[in-house]
């Protein structure tokens, strides 16, 4: 099966509609892909036998949509157990097999951010994925140069999980502040422990604590924080905490109520990465709107819609598209939802996310323009290979076939592809799932 | 007190039964196996010739050898001599019931929880829990098996592993190799830190690195210790110095290809020596394998219905045409139907059932892979039935592994993994006599192990008759007898108590105790079909009576089946061990 995909990272896209986000449209233009980078970007242009070439006449060629905020790819997504588990990383889980990343493939999706879970007020480190599949190495689908990031909650997962679950701290959102608090200075403390130590002033090396030099490397700026958040209140409170510490790199993620506190987050330099249209499935994120990334947008916050979903993650370009219904967004406002801007949050603007020489070889190609309804996404190249070509889409797209199930799971519906943001939570708390 | 009692009592029953198995002493403990097929090593065969083994070593081997006057002689005509078996990770002497996996214990702190709790218990020897009366060790020596590497049974570091003779007068006896390895794996605790493999992944870097710094730390205080913070002394730390030092290997558990790739992703991050164990999906990362040079021990266990018994049948059917059976009947409408099924199938069906089969084949066949790829490897028993061994093991074969390469995955590779080489592995002059001895090839399918000699103590087996009326997976009057069983109940503490099956005409009683309960119950019903035991009860659980229906699947000296609670509201597998008689 994986043989359908020649290691060539060469390939011509001849004639399309060009949509590069960052130097506006170009009808009639050829991209030419070379070793999995985007080397021309112009009329005309020819290559050799033996490289690939597309028609793409009559498409649209953009880059490869970026997913800010899903869970595709990976074995595991909370690690619940404990309010702060900044240590953990589902980088360590990725799971090449998982067919979602096909499926995402077929909605135009290069790049995804596969996070933790949103049980923990610290959750687990999360893993900028490129959508390689056919790769059978978990390794081969990290992106090369992608900084670190790290999952956040606020609100009501946390204090449930933590709070009703096992009766400690958070209970409340103030208890969620603390929490924080209490990391950081911990954090810090443990820091200057190690600089005494490693200076001679103290003889003994203090007790490693894996989970510690995590926080550290946030306080320092090493990691990117993305942090499950909805109400404006709470999102105040985070910025607050953050400027105290002298932390600056975050991304607020669903972030409902941002519209309430737009301007604050331009002044903090704090990004959103919102749902389009989606809201009411618990108490805390009822006060919501369609308009939020319209308004976040237009008051400069760097703003991504994300998919959060195995499903979703399918027609982001859909998603985007409801901005321009909802807010009036232009063409290249809507998609930069879905393209420059997401990859902004996760620090990888100068690799992925528009058609730029130098840039990565990844290519979404739709039938129509992708804010179109009509519009079908016919092929889809990471690094200049072809991973999903509409016209060479079999049945079953599985790498790996466990010999012991009988009925596949990937038949049905499975229902872990939808909002995995609580999975892995104790049963008796699986309610609410964002 | 009732738990002291049945302490008591097992002390009182494994004492007698040792004495009754050596009260009587042996005439002699010198032995000669003579004109024998002598398989001295994997591609080493000596024909008609002569074994001598002398004080629990192999004195000699060859075609002129001179018995000694004192030798009990074996007729060794067209028999085959082998090496005695050394599984390289088994559980083998460890009871099942040492196998908790329990819910979520009470008081304990979920995001900190202790560490035995929380499945680290890297201070562990098997020594504790290792019992010379386990029937695993005389199911494995059934099998040919003298040596085991016995590993505990728990979670992500339960312990440390000994080399263990199959047989001994005592636990001490049974150990010729102290704590040579360290227990690892990717198993999460039940709802307590770390819960989930990226928590234990992080576990493992947290207590390795803890562990490389406090080993530091000692050394520095030993030599200065003025001035110097007093080092702590916690057990599991101080268990993995030995780990950090690279003194002993981790015996990696890593069934599934993602298992393998995390371990060795952990092992290349944090630097221990590695044995890869219980591969069962490993064979697309053999080029990695093989530049790492990382040890391999693959699973003895195949997926379920991995070995095909429809062509069998085929093949007896086709063998007695003219007398055509009942059962053959019975076999052909089923096959008739199963066509009628096929035909239903949609292609997009049919294409998926096909891929699982070659899945299941590609499982069967990991074992020729492994050695196309010229990586010498051993076998784990941690998960197989011991009698689904020989079985696999030839399903193995007929997927184009080689006879040779079978045996030296359980001879000569796992005495070089575990490092005992030149004591065991082969029947050369000097080494253990660890040794079996079959009535044809062993490679053949109706191959009867004779005896098994583990450190020149002669086990005489009783050979199955082949010709017997009822055919196999029929009952037999084997079934009778006490069994151990557990029971595990999802979310909860295991169930555990003995099962005592009674057999007069044709007809079954059963008697079951559950927990600490003394009195046991009576089970007037018991329908016993082939090798499958079905009857049903009813008990009182915190007042309330509860209906409770079993089906067990016997086998040997095991079984495993499925316990319904109150009419299927709860299902919980269970599973059982004879207690030798």
Redo the contacts between chains.
Sequence with gaps: MASQWISAQDVLIKNGTVITITDGVKENTDVLIQNGKIKSISEGLSVGDGVRVIDAEGMYVMPGIIDAHSHIGI??V??????V?A????G??I?P?SVSIYRALAGGVTTSHAM?GSANAIG?QCETIKHRYGE????ALKMEGAPRTIKFALGENPMRV?GEG?G?QPKTRMGIEQVFRKAFAEAEVYEKEWKAYQSGTT???P?????KEAVADILSGEIIIHCHSYRADEILMLMNVLEDYGVNKICFQHVNEGFKVAPELAAFGASASVFADWWAYKFEVYYSTAYNAAILTKNNVVTSINSDSGELIRHLYHEAGKTQKYGDLTDNQALRLITINPATQLGIADKVGSLEVGKDGDIAIFSAHPLSIYAIPQMTVVDGIVRFDISADP??M?L???????V?AF?ELDSHDHHRCME?V?EELFTDQH | MVKHLCILLFLFTSVSLSWSQNDVPDVTSTFAITNANIIIKPGQVIKEATIVIKDGLIHQVGKNVSIPIDAEIIAGDSMFVYAGFIAAASHAGIPSKEEKRQGRPDGVKVSDPPNDVAGITPQKSIREVVRLTDGSIAAMRKEGFTLSHTLPKGRMMAGRGSIILLDGKSVDDMIIAEDVSMSGSLKSAPRIYPGTTIGVLAKWRQLYKQADLAKDHEKKYKMAPTGMKRPSFSKEIKSLYQVVSQDIPVFFSAPKQMDLHRAMQLQQELGFKMVATDIEQGWKLIPRLKSSGTAVILAMNLPKGAIKKDNKKDKKKGDKKDKDTDEDKKDADKKKDADKKDEEMSEDRKAQKERIKKSKADYVAQASAFEKAGIPFAFSLTKVKSSDIKKNLLAMIEAGLSEDAALAALTTHPAKILGISSMAGSLENGKMANLIVTDTSYFKEKANIKYVFVDGEKHEMEVKKKDKKKSDGDASSDMAGTWNYVVDVPGDSPVEGTLKLMSSDETYTAEITMDNDDEPLGISEVEVDGSNVSFSFTTTIDGQSMPISMSIDISDDEFDGTVSIAGGMMTAPITGTKIPN
């Design positions: 074995d595991v909370n690690e619940s157990t404990a309010p588990t240590e953990v990383k589902v360590d889980v799971n097999y933790h687990g059978e190495d978990p390794e933590h096992q400690i003889k003994t090396a007790a490693y604590d894996v989970r049945v079953d599985r790996d076939i466990n010999p012991e199930e009988e596949p038949y892995g104790f």
